[in-house]
């Protein structure tokens, strides 16, 4: 079976990083391991299966140049919900910064919110 396992997500600090995506965002930490080089292997994941991101630490100019516009300004990655209200709230009530409010689509309600870095991200809870 082919799937996407893992999604490299540029980052500036790994502990900040961490902070954010499992006490903002309520991500769970996968996986936390030095590696030879001074680096560290950091997986967080949303739920319990499906793709993760590797928050992986800018390099050099060229990477830390693209932290928080990995996707030149358009929403790069969809966290799904099953309780869409829930998830805003704990959400705000954490510092996450939404950049609009929700709105009710014909696939369902969203609302676009920025990562730490301002990568755009849609909170979204799908239309049954």
């Given at each position: 079976m082919?799937?996407?396992?893992l999604v490299t997500l540029v980052?500036?600090?790994y502990d900040e990083a961490i902070r954010f995506y499992t006490e903002a965002l309520g991500f769970?930490?996968?996986e936390?391991?030095?590696?030879?080089?001074?680096?560290?292997?950091?997986?967080?994941?949303a739920g319990d299966e499906g793709t993760a991101l590797v928050l992986?630490?800018?390099k050099d100019d060229?990477?830390?140049a693209r932290i928080g516009d990995q996707t030149g300004g358009r929403v790069g990655f969809f966290l799904h919900t099953d309780d869409f209200a829930?998830?805003?709230a704990r959400m705000r009530a954490a510092g996450v910064t939404f950049l609009e409010?929700?709105?009710h689509e014909p696939y369902g309600t969203v609302a676009v919110f920025q990562d730490l870095y301002g990568n755009r991200w849609d909170l979204l809870q799908p239309a049954a």
């Open positions: 082919r799937r996407i396992a980052v500036g600090d769970r930490l996968v936390d391991a030095p590696r030879p080089d001074g680096s560290r292997w950091v997986v967080v994941r992986a630490r800018a060229g990477q830390r829930r998830d805003h409010e929700p709105r």
